[in-house]
């Protein structure tokens, strides 16, 4: 069970009580708790669902376990007598706008105004498992996986509170209606505060087919309703993990080793460590070494002045980081892994089918022409504002609290537990408001900070706060991983694409991560932008062919599309400049047949004032103009990039974005979150890559690794087209079209096709 964070955390100068407070009580179907301020707490049950992982949590006693976590599913709602309005939501705020979503949907159907919610993370458990049977914060499922459970949720705690009305003032239901918080009786101007009501509405029954609004009468969904967290972000009242303390803590630093894998086998001055001011203990960790101090600087010191000793990394190899790996190293067995055998077979290990249509051997036997290219991604860091911690203190009755950035609370208290030595129902998880985001924050073993804060808790007998510096969250962060692809395609005399194939090797994190839930030997992580394209290119074979990373790899913002897209939308301008037919208008042909996507290709050409590949005179100079389209996560995109190109780089002016997740919630959330994605797409094209050298990470810093800086930012205009159909992801679908579209530019513009991220790597020749 997992404390929701309490609002004696409103202020970082304000320390969590010694005494962690009773947690929230999961409720299993049809029933519903009052707490002693006569609050009504209204869970509604989903469908029930196979279950999709083992999210483990307390059901319906202290230190009981749901026989069967993750298939059943409710929300919670608490309506005080105050007025105000809690609610519980299963997902993380990370600045994504989450939890603004969450208060439109049940205000809407609830008949509260938006603005008098407060949203707060809900404990582990088994019944917010909202997301296909699995509860987590990410791959943009929030709003589109619980978006009709929330209506629900809404809706029948108004039901409730119009029926505890009606009993009241001894009138029929249906002569009473509901105004922002309160159920009124028009015939005799009686008008009662949700908050009244509300021990009453805890003897009923909830009905599980309340009416919901007819969306033509809503007045908050779809509506650009102001962030909820905005006030409190601008005046530094949000709570980042980085700002939590517990009473009587200890503060730590690490120090992790250089060569990931590799142990500490000495230390040459722990005396003399241990004798520096605030200085509480010196510990060895899993390939790490830490220092317990009285404040962070302090403990920050030590550990960076302590002389460590470490086990030799293996002297060559892929299967761990050795001695001699290397971001080139890794790339080369990559491509030999690419090259074909007489007959398309591969030299080295078995290519797994991931798509297949048609008769794409027949197709290159008859082509007029062939054309083929290899196309390859680095390493990327999250490189995430806030740098990760975690706190973790045993309790005198044995349960442990956990505090710590994460996406999955069930995943993190059943890792807590295990690091513990106890089991699920003794840990609370406390999930705060994530200081970063893009995939950062799930479970990827030494990569995170809690399982150092467990060993150091239980080592001091004292609650032990770690934060990783900045060099050392470099030095140890999980990366996305580098990623190849080999295509080929077949053109007719016309200059039509008859055949397209694609070879991908590598490794991505679904299956590193979740490969027991997905049993599949193709990693949809690793080939999602690739396959499953709307084009209509009638032969089609894309393969998948494992080559494990011996780094830690991570889900990164977009996860596969943030690089596949990249590799397909750059080969599809190949296609149409080998065949002679301008980009836009072959994609244009080639969806023929797709009503929605060429609407969206029609938006975006309107949005940029028509569509001109360029190059063209402009302000400073000659420019150019690149198109591609992704469908990510459920949702469709469509970007064209102007580009320049002032010394050797390239400029990028105007983005320009159609964006149609089906329909919305948040029209501003959405823009900001397209814009937001297309910032970080833009930076990871241009600039971003972890290189690996003699087995280390040559970047400990931004100084080493650049990102986007304001200078280069160019505009971004953004259009969203609602077309209805089924809603899809927002967080991440920005991303995934601004590298090929920019990179798609360059070529229009240079005359030079960049197969390789980031582009900065290339140096350009002017117009």
């Not at 049950?45 to 059943?72: D, F, H, M, S, Y």
């Not at 707060?120 to 987590?136: H, K």
């Not at 679904?510 to 599949?520: D, T, V």
């Not at 690793?526 to 990373?549: C, D, Q, S």
Request: glycine share 10%.
């Amino acid at each position: 069970m997992m404390d929701h964070l309490r609002s004696d955390l409103a202020s970082p100068a304000a320390p969590i009580p010694a005494v962690a407070p009773a947690g929230v009580t999961n409720l299993s179907r049809r029933r519903f708790l009052g707490t002693a301020a006569g609050a009504l707490v209204l869970g509604v049950a989903l469908p029930i669902r196979g279950p999709r992982a083992e999210a483990q949590g307390p059901a319906e006693g202290a230190g009981a376990v749901a026989p069967k976590p993750g298939t059943r599913v409710p929300a919670f709602l608490e309506i005080r007598r105050d007025g105000t309005v809690r609610l519980l939501s299963p997902f993380v705020e990370g600045g994504q706008g989450i939890a603004t979503g969450m208060a439109q949907i049940v205000g809407e159907e609830l008949d509260v105004n938006p603005a008098r919610f407060v949203v707060e993370c809900a404990p582990p458990g088994p019944d917010y498992a909202v997301v296909n049977g699995l509860r987590m914060t990410g791959g943009s499922f929030s709003t589109r996986s619980s978006y009709a459970v929330m209506r629900q949720l809404g809706a029948t705690a108004r039901d409730m509170l119009i029926r505890a009305a009606a009993a009241r003032l001894k009138v029929r239901e249906a002569e009473l209606t509901t105004r922002d918080g309160s159920v009124a009786h028009a015939a005799s101007g009686r008008t009662i505060p949700y908050g009244d009501l509300a021990a009453d509405a805890l003897a009923l029954k909830p009905n599980e087919s309340a009416a919901l609004r007819d969306p033509k009468t809503f007045r908050y969904i779809r509506q650009p309703v102001a962030r909820l967290d905005v006030r409190d972000k601008s005046t530094g009242r949000v709570v980042y993990a980085i700002d939590q303390k517990v009473e009587g803590m200890l503060y730590a630093a690490v120090q992790h080793a250089p060569h990931f894998g590799t142990e500490p086998e000495g230390l040459e001055n722990e005396a003399a460590v241990r004798a520096m001011p605030g200085v509480h203990s010196v510990h060895r960790l899993p390939g790490a070494v830490a220092v317990a101090a009285d404040s962070w600087w302090r403990a920050r010191k030590a550990v960076e002045a302590l002389s460590v000793r470490w086990s030799a990394p293996k002297p060559r190899g892929l299967d761990t980081v050795a001695a001699d790996f290397s971001s080139e190293g890794m790339l080369a067995a990559l491509k030999a892994e690419m090259a074909e055998a007489h007959g398309g077979e591969a030299h080295g290990g078995e290519a797994h089918v991931a798509e297949a249509e048609g008769d794409p051997a027949g197709a290159f036997a008859q082509a007029a022409r062939v054309i083929e290219a290899e196309y390859h991604a680095p390493y990327l860091a999250h490189a995430q504002l806030e740098p990760p911690s975690a706190i973790a203190r045993f309790n005198p009755d044995g349960t442990l609290d956990v505090w710590t950035p994460n996406q999955m609370p069930e995943l993190f208290q059943a890792l807590s537990a295990q690091a513990a030595g106890l089991t699920p129902d003794r840990v609370r998880i406390h999930s705060p408001m994530l200081g970063g985001f893009f995939g950062r924050h799930f479970a990827y073993g030494p990569g995170n900070p809690y399982p150092q804060a467990i060993r150091l808790a239980k080592a001091t007998g004292r609650p032990v706060k770690v934060l990783w510096s900045r060099e050392e969250e470099f030095l140890n962060d999980a990366l996305r991983p580098l990623s190849a692809s080999r295509f080929r395609a077949a053109l007719d005399a016309n200059g039509q694409p008859t055949a397209i194939t694609v070879r991908t090797v590598g490794e991505g994190p679904i299956g590193r991560w979740f490969g027991a839930l997905f049993k599949s030997p193709v990693d949809s992580s690793a080939v999602e932008g690739i396959i499953a394209k709307p084009y209509a290119i009638p032969n089609r074979r894309m393969t998948f062919t494992k080559l494990a990373h011996p780094v830690n790899i991570a889900f990164w913002r977009s996860v596969g599309h943030s690089m596949n897209d990249f590799f397909y939308e750059g080969f599809l301008d190949e296609i149409a400049q080998a065949g002679g037919h301008d980009p836009f208008a072959l994609r244009m042909a080639l969806l023929k047949d797709q009503p929605r996507h060429r609407r969206l290709l029609e938006a975006v050409a309107d949005l940029a004032g028509g569509w001109k590949p360029g190059p063209y005179a402009a302000e400073g100079g000659r420019r150019a103009r690149g198109v591609a389209m992704a469908s990510p996560f459920g949702s469709e995109t469509a970007t064209i990039a102007e580009v320049s190109v002032a010394e050797g780089e390239a400029r990028v002016h105007n983005l320009w974005i159609a964006f149609d997740p089906g329909s919305v919630v948040n029209p501003a959330i959405v823009k900001a979150q397209v814009e937001s994605a297309a910032a970080l797409g833009l930076s990871s094209a241009l600039f971003e890559q972890v290189v690996y050298q003699d087995g280390v990470r040559q970047a400990r810093n931004f100084d080493a690794y650049p990102i986007l800086r304001r200078e280069h930012m160019p505009a971004v205009h953004v259009r969203i087209v609602e077309s209805g159909a089924p809603m899809g992801g927002v967080g991440e679908p920005g991303l995934p079209g601004v590298p090929p579209a920019v990179a798609n530019a360059v070529a229009a513009l240079t005359g030079q096709r960049v197969r390789a991220l980031p582009i900065a790597n290339t140096k350009l020749s002017g117009a």
